[in-house]
């Protein structure tokens, strides 16, 4: 999830600025605090940063140097109860204005269909780990479902669990997104590392496909391939929508992020990357140690925040650690990972000096 209701609030301002307008340095500083819920809203919940795959352009899988670590059970529960869903009129309200300012449709399917109709109402499951390896998943979907609030994750096709994804959408899960970067099976290692492949992973969503109309669940199957920009890659992904045509499924292709590390010159349509980054002041993440991390892109909780074993959501939403921190993208702070890794712009690159 992220806020709504600050997208909402902040969106003319925003556009203004990043079309050349000028604001002082205080009036900004001022307006963002103003729009800025007191309440927290988590974007994401990394239950665990266990991951069996060697994907290509993943910085976990060379340069991730913290601790393996699954999240307790109680620290969870622990979370979710501090969160709320969005009411229907607002959530009618967010529809409206995605419709007036983007022009994208909720029967949409595309990248920032998925960004702007889904991200902001579920609690994304994954960060750098594969929930599907968390033994727990289904008990954290039920608990989820249970408080009305809505639930995504991402995983590799090739750890599909029969039993546990089952279970998780027995639980009532909104969202299951499976990276599918080919269909050649020697292609999908080169991407993904030696545990992938196409063969098998399509015949176990197939498989969940017919378990899912016969059992009447509801759980949205989504198939993505990242972007990386490689002379093979429209081909493949017209490949893969043909793979799956006809079938229940939502299939978008998805822009890379993290370029930084690899970057292949790809160029972004993407609302989410042409846009100030909005982390500070939208949504918060939680690690699986339990840390919370300036957002979802910090693979190794160089920036922490609180600690939600120690604390609560709020006060760390609303603690001098996280006041710096959105001072921090105004000043451009030189030496953090925001200013000297992230692909995002942050605010401070469109004030004048």
Request: negative net charge; aromatic residues 12%.
């Amino acid at each position: 999830m992220f806020d709504i209701n600050f997208y909402m609030k902040v969106h003319d301002l925003k556009y203004q600025l990043m079309q050349g307008e000028k604001f002082s340095r205080e009036v900004l500083i001022e307006k963002l605090e103003e729009f800025r819920s007191r309440e927290p809203v988590v974007y994401n919940i990394e239950t665990t940063n266990a991951c069996n795959m060697r994907c290509e352009m993943c910085p976990r899988t060379t340069m991730m140097t913290r601790p393996i670590e699954t999240m307790d059970k109680a620290l969870f529960k622990n979370i979710i109860d501090q969160l709320k869903p969005w009411s229907d009129p607002e959530w009618k309200q967010w529809e409206n204005f995605v419709e007036e300012k983007f022009a994208v449709k909720p029967d949409d399917m595309s990248e920032n269909h998925f960004f702007l109709y889904v991200i902001p109402k579920v609690i994304v499951l994954h960060g750098y780990g594969d929930p599907l390896l968390d033994k727990h998943i289904p008990d954290y979907v039920k608990w989820m479902t249970e408080k009305g609030l809505s639930s995504y994750f991402s995983c590799n096709p090739a750890n599909i669990n029969m039993s546990r994804t089952i279970e998780t959408f027995e639980n009532g899960l909104d969202y299951i997104k499976y990276s599918v970067e080919s269909v050649d099976d020697l292609r999908h290692k080169e991407v993904r590392g030696q545990q992938s492949n196409f063969s098998q992973s399509y015949k176990d969503i197939v498989e969940l496909l017919n378990i899912k109309a016969q059992r009447n669940l509801k759980t949205t199957i989504v198939i993505t391939m990242i972007n990386l920009n490689k002379p093979w890659q429209q081909e493949e992904f017209e490949k893969l929508k043909e793979a799956f045509k006809g079938m229940d499924v939502y299939v978008y292709l998805k822009s890379q992020d993290q370029q930084w590390y690899e970057d292949n010159k790809q160029e972004t349509q993407s609302i989410h990357w042409i846009e100030f980054c909005q982390f500070p002041w939208s949504s918060m993440t939680i690690k699986s140690n339990g840390e919370s991390a300036q957002c979802v892109e910090d693979f190794n909780n160089e920036i922490v925040l609180g600690d939600a074993k120690t604390e609560s959501l709020s006060d760390i939403w609303n603690s001098e650690k996280y006041a710096n921190l959105r001072m921090d993208h105004f000043n451009l702070t030189p030496h953090i990972k925001c200013t000297e890794q992230c692909d995002m712009k942050l605010i401070g690159n469109f004030l004048t000096v």
